[in-house]
C-alpha cells in the first residue's frame, strides 16, 4: 500500500470529552506510535537493552557459576547455550515485542490460550526485582563504608598503625581489636567495635568475616531470623529511590541514565583487570579459568548444564518479560535482528572478560593463603563481597578503587533493575491503558513502595538465606518452563513460518538460507535441549544450602509455593481461554484459544497491510484522518 490511513473509533472521542485521553508524559511529540511512545533513539534503545543483559550477574553470577562447575570447562555449556537456547530465544522475544508493540502479557493475543506465559514472566520479574534491588543495597553500603582508610576489611601487619592492630605468633594470626567507623552523610551510621576471634580460620580473609559479622550480621540458620538490619534497610530505600527516580517518566528518563550506567562499568572492569593480572599468582588463577587447571570431568553433571542454559536466560534476561517491554517501544521498521547479535555477544563477551578479572583476584589471594584456587573462598553470593574488596585493600589508594568498584556494581544492578520494573509498570499500563496511561510515575512510586516493604525480609539477619532461597526456586525452573512454551507455542500453535514473516514485514525479506539456522532451533534444537534440561535438573535435584547451612524444611516448601504460585496462572489462564472460547464442542474451543484474537498484529493501523488489514474496517462510526509516519523510519 502506498497510502496509509489510521483508522479511529468513536469512543475515542468519547474519551477526549471526559478527559481520560490525556498526552502522557512519557510519550514525546515525534513518536511514531503516539498511544504508548517510543525510544527517543536508537542508541538509548541499545544501551538499554546492553544495561539490562550486562548486570550484576556478569560480575556476581557468572564467575560463581564458573568457580562451582570447574572454571574454564564451564565455558562450553554456556557457549553451546547461547547458540542453541540463548540467541534463538533472545531474537524470537525482541521481535515478538516489536511487532505488535505490546508487553509480556498482550503479546499473546498471538497465541491465547498461553497467555499464562506472559503473567508467570511478569511475576518472576517481581520476586527478581524484589531480592536483585538487596543486592544493590550491599553494594550501597559497602560504598559507604568504603570512605574511610584503610578499608574496615583490610589487615595491616603488626608494625602498622591505624584501626586494626594486628600481631603474628609462631601458631596463629591474632588480632588485638578491628574497629571500624562507617560515616555516611545519608547513612550516618556508626558501627561497634568488632572482635576478631583468638585464631583464623585456615585461609579466611578479614573480607570474609567482614561480609558475614558486620555487613550482613548473619545469624547461623533460616531459622533464626534476627531484627532488620537497618543500615541494609536505608540503603535498600535509597536502591528504590535510585529506581523510582530513573523511571518516573518511563523510558524517556531511563534512556537517559543508561548513557552513565551501561557505559561506565566497563571503564572500572578494565582498571582492575590489569591490576589483577599484575598480582603475584594471579597466572594461576586465569589457568584454572581458562587453562589446564579447569575440571572438565564437571561437564557430565546435570547441575552444570541446567546452570549454564539458566545463566543465559538469566544474563541475556530470556523469558523475563524484559526484551519484550523494552522492544515494544521500538519503532516497527527496526532492525531487531541486528541488534539481538549485537547485545548477545556484547553481554557473553563481558561475562567472559569479568571471569579473567575475578580470577585473577581468585589467584593472588590462593597465593597468599597457600591454598588451591578451587578452595579460596566460599562460593556464593558474597564472592563479589568477599574476593573483590580483599583485592581492593591490597591495591594503592585503597579507598579509591573500592568506591569506583562499588559504584561500578550499584549501576551494573540498577540498568538491570530499571527494565525488570518497567516490565511491571508496562503490563499495568497494557492492562488498563485508559485509566493508567497519563499516570506513569504514580504506577512507578506504588511498584517501587510495594517492592521495597516485600523486600524487607531479605535485610534482617537471616536476609541472605530468603535471597539465596528466591533466586534458586524463581531464576532457574520456571525460567525453563517459560521459555519451552515460549518457543513451543510461537513454533507450533502460531506458526514458526508465520513468525517469520511477521519479522520480514519488518527487516525486509530474507533468503531461506537465512532463516536456516533459525527454523532449526526454533522447530527442533531449542525445544529439545530445554525439555532435556529441565527433566534432568529435575530427576537429580537436591535441596539448595547457603554454603553450609542447610535449609529448613519449612524454608524449601516455601521454596516450591513461590515457584508453583509464577506457575500455576499458565494453566488456570488456558482453561479460562477455552472456556470462553465459542464452539460447539470442546476441540473446536481448544483451536479458536490456540488462534490469534481479531485486534492482533501491529499496533499501529499504517503497518498491519494487507496480511492484517485494518481493525474494525466495517464500523460505520469511523473516519479516516492523515498521518505523518507513513514513511519507513
Known sequence: ?????????????????????????????????????????????????????????????????????????????????????????????????????????????????????????????????????????????????????PLPWSAKDCNSTGLLDCFFSKETLCCISIAYNITAAALNVTAENQTCRNEFTAGQSPSEKYWD?????????????????????????????????????????????VYFTATFPYVVLFILLIRGVTLEGAKDGIEFYIGSKSNLTKLTDSEVWKDAATQIFFSLSIAWGGLMALSSYNKFYNNCYQDSIIVCITNCGTSVFAGFAIFSILGHMAHVYQRPVSEVADAGFGLAFIAYPDALSKLPISPLWSILFFVMLITLGLDSQFAGIEVIATCLQDAYPKLLKSKRGIVTTAVCIVLFLLGLPCITRAGIYWVNLIDTFCAGWILLVAGLLEVLGLSILYGGNRFIKDIEMMIGSKSALFWLWWRACWFFITPVVLSIILVWSLYTFTSPTYGSVAYPDWGISLGWCMTAFCLIWIPILAVWKVYKASGAFVIQRIKEACSPTEDWGPYLECHRGERYGTRGATDPNIFVISNKFTTRL
Open 1 to 149: 500500500m502506498s497510502i496509509y490511513y489510521y483508522y479511529y473509533y468513536y469512543y475515542y472521542f468519547l474519551q477526549d470529552n471526559n478527559g481520560s485521553n490525556k498526552q502522557d508524559p512519557h510519550v514525546g511529540q515525534e513518536d511514531e506510535n503516539t498511544d504508548r511512545g517510543n525510544w527517543s533513539s536508537k542508541r538509548e534503545y541499545m544501551l538499554s537493552m546492553i544495561g539490562y543483559a550486562v548486570g550484576l550477574g556478569n560480575v556476581w553470577r557468572f564467575p560463581y557459576l564458573a568457580y562451582k562447575h570447574g572454571g574454564g570447562a564451564f565455558l562450553i555449556p554456556y557457549t553451546i547455550m547461547l547458540a542453541v537456547a540463548g540467541l534463538p530465544l533472545f531474537f524470537m522475544e525482541s521481535s515478538f515485542g516489536q511487532f505488535c508493540s505490546q508487553g509480556p502479557i498482550n503479546v499473546w493475543k498471538a497465541v491465547p490460550i498461553l497467555q499464562g506465559v506472559g503473567i508467570t514472566m511478569m511475576l518472576v520479574s517481581t520476586f527478581v526485582a524484589i531480592y536483585y534491588n538487596v543486592i544493590i543495597a550491599y553494594s550501597i553500603y559497602y560504598l559507604f563504608a568504603s570512605f574511610q582508610y
Open 213 to 257: 559479622e558486620v555487613a550482613l550480621q548473619r545469624t547461623s540458620s533460616m531459622n533464626e531470623t534476627g531484627p532488620v538490619v537497618w543500615h541494609l534497610a536505608l540503603c535498600l530505600l535509597l536502591a528504590w529511590i535510585l529506581v523510582g527516580a530513573a523511571l518516573f517518566k518511563g523510558i524517556k528518563s531511563s534512556g537517559k541514565v
